[in-house]
């Protein structure tokens, strides 16, 4: 499990950059669609919570958990940051009526529909890092740090 401090460090990176690219990575022929998305919240046990745009298609035929890759980045940011975890779409009353605020119940109805990712691996780039040290010697770059969230990473499978 990751150290609370590389958890709260997380926590201010993904709310400073705040958007990513959403990529699902599963390989069922119904799947979410690559979009941009805004998370509203990272929660102490290292989810994450935003929405997608609800598919044209009835939602119970997608899969409920499936691997994901969020990508962070902002333009004049120094650094940007890779998440792989699992995600699930969340649609039980109860989980909404106790997580979520009164005006994000109300997008969920709509148009939108509410994911949760439980984060298994990041990857942080600090580009401010322009010198140039030993790190060629242990294949390694500069301003790369690798956080993983869980015991085993997630094994994404990837279609060709």
């Known amino acids: ?16 950059l705040k958007n990513a690219l959403f990529f ?8 979410i669609a690559t979009t941009i998305v805004s998370v509203i919240k990272v929660d102490e046990l290292g989810q994450m919570w935003f929405f997608v745009p609800r598919p044209q ?17 902002r333009k004049g940011k120094e650094y940007f940051l890779h998440v792989s975890g699992k995600a699930f779409i969340v649609t039980d009353p109860e989980d909404l009526n106790g997580l979520v605020d009164e005006d994000i119940r109300e997008q969920i109805g709509g148009q939108m529909v509410l994911i949760r990712v439980k984060m298994m691996k990041a990857d942080y780039f600090d580009n401010s890092c322009s010198s140039v040290h030993a790190g060629w010697m242990y294949n390694t770059r500069p301003g790369y740090k690798p956080y993983y969230l869980a015991d085993a990473p997630l094994s994404l499978s990837v279609a060709s």
């Open 1 to 16: 499990m990751l150290p609370q401090s590389d958890l709260q460090f997380l926590q201010q990176k993904i709310q400073d």
């Open 24 to 31: 699902s990575q599963n390989t069922s022929l119904l799947r």
């Open 57 to 73: 298609q009835a939602l119970h035929e997608f899969d409920k958990e499936f691997p994901v890759r969020l990508e962070f980045f």
